[in-house]
């Protein structure tokens, strides 16, 4: 892993520790509001609060599920690395531990609401049962052993790991262990029952490392065993191929859509269509200076600051992740197995427009409520939503999802099919088609895609 991976995991830990407090909020006032009625049935209102409250839970979940899954065994990190990588990882699972007990703790005598969290979101690629999947992974055996590993590493090393937070980007990370490590009681006991119905010292023996590898090892295990196999693959790694990625590159141009996927990623099947994620291509220092004609004085101090970080002649992206919105490298979206670029349908002083507009927005949270009522959290979505929006001829209507206005990847694949604000310069998909695909024959791909 590199700097700005690890980077990415601490902020996205602290950003969804800090959303966590407002989902139990939400999570509080549901319940009491359902409870405090004699009715038993939610009104369309309280329907609408429950439904975005089950996507918001799941996203978040499974964005930390990918955190913890996506990290590597000590084998593969630099040693200065690795306090930083397991104390990332290790507060990830405490976080989701806390949020299960704490739904547990406030809807599980509570019928009626219980009920409408193990209902299906079909629009949302949401499976029924929900709740009682997250109720039954918690209590599991099985999935507290691997935990154990962690516990065990983390109490062994304690005084190495609060010296290596201190006074660093890491603290917030060890405050949130602090705050949450009461969370888990895997017992010796459990340990034990565990380990006699399985191959446990096998698998220690085989990997042949230390107490951190496995407690790192023990916590993708955890994160693994917690989601279905067609979910997660421990070890996949999605990267375009090195031509095609040469390929695409040249084919861009600044204003570019690059819509992605990752296979055996949690956030494919809990997005509407095959397409779940966007970045927003800015270009590099030289593409982006013919671009400045178009950018308002207001946004104009922005703008210098992205030149000057183009400056390394590196193509660079506006992303919003689970870390939040930010100038990323083009590296940062490529890193998928396929990729569509659309270009929006305008002129040239209106893309320069349309980035100086939506540069404004880096640096804001990411928007686990896909809500785009406000503007202080964006979904990847969100970003060309808020670049292209109302520039030239385009207009992006929004469709309402679990009482939320939402556009999603999928959406603008079908305006690109359509030929409607977007038109399809190429698409890379080994699942749907052979090589790259350029120009209008990527219609038929990304229809083939969309019906699945």
């Not at 209507?397 to 556009?407: D, F, H, M, N």
Request: charged share 25%; with cysteine.
């Amino acid at each position: 892993m590199n700097e700005s991976e690890i980077t990415s995991g601490i902020r996205s830990v602290i950003h969804v520790a800090a959303y966590f407090e407002e989902l139990k909020q939400s999570a509080r006032e549901l319940a009491d509001r359902a409870s405090a009625s004699k009715r038993g049935y939610f009104t369309p209102d309280e329907e609408e609060a429950a439904q975005g409250l089950l996507v918001s839970y799941w996203q978040t979940r499974n964005a930390l599920f990918e955190l913890i899954t996506s990290f590597r065994t000590d084998t593969e990190l630099v040693e200065e690395d690795r306090p930083a990588v397991f104390l990332t990882a290790f507060a990830a699972a405490l976080l989701l531990v806390d949020a299960a007990r704490f739904l547990r703790d406030t809807v599980h005598n509570r019928p009626l609401v219980r009920q409408k969290l193990n209902e299906p979101l079909p629009q949302f690629g949401i499976e029924g049962g929900v709740y009682d999947h997250v109720q039954q992974s918690l209590l599991s055996a099985r999935n507290a052993w691997h935990l154990y590993h962690a516990i065990e590493y983390f109490e062994e090393s304690q005084a190495q790991l609060r010296e290596r937070a201190a006074n660093s980007q890491l603290d917030p990370v060890m405050q949130i262990v602090d705050r949450l490590r009461h969370r888990l009681d895997v017992t010796v006991a459990q340990f034990t029952r565990v380990k006699l119905r399985t191959r446990a010292s096998q698998i220690v023996r085989k990997l042949a490392c230390s107490l951190l590898g496995r407690a790192m090892y023990g916590l993708q295990k955890w994160g693994g065993n917690l989601v279905a196999d067609r979910y997660v693959r421990l070890g996949h790694r999605p990267a375009l191929p090195a031509d095609v990625a040469g390929r695409l590159r040249s084919l861009l141009l600044p204003g570019d859509v690059i819509i992605v996927r990752k296979e055996y990623a949690l956030t494919n099947y809990f997005l509407p269509g095959y397409w779940p994620h966007a970045a927003l291509y800015l270009g590099n220092v030289r593409l982006l200076q013919t671009l400045e004609g178009g950018v308002k004085d207001e946004h104009r101090p922005r703008w210098r600051r992205l030149l000057k970080a183009a400056g390394d002649g590196e193509d660079r992206v506006l992303e919003s992740m689970k870390d939040g919105v930010f100038v990323r490298s083009l590296d940062s979206p490529f890193a998928s197995d396929s990729a569509v670029i659309l270009r929006p349908k305008l002129q040239v002083s209106d893309v320069g427009r349309a980035l100086g507009r939506v540069l404004p927005h880096e640096g804001k949270a990411y928007d686990f409520d896909f809500d785009f009522r406000r503007a202080d959290r964006l979904v990847c979505t969100e970003v060309v939503y808020r670049a292209f929006e109302g520039i030239g001829d385009v207009s992006l209507p929004l469709t309402v999802r679990a009482g939320r206005p939402t556009l999603s990847g999928s959406d603008l694949i079908h305006m690109a099919i359509d030929n409607a604000n977007f038109e399809p310069v190429a698409v890379f998909a080994p699942m749907l088609a052979k090589g790259i695909v350029i120009g209008n024959p990527a219609v038929k791909v990304l229809v083939a895609g969309e019906r699945g």
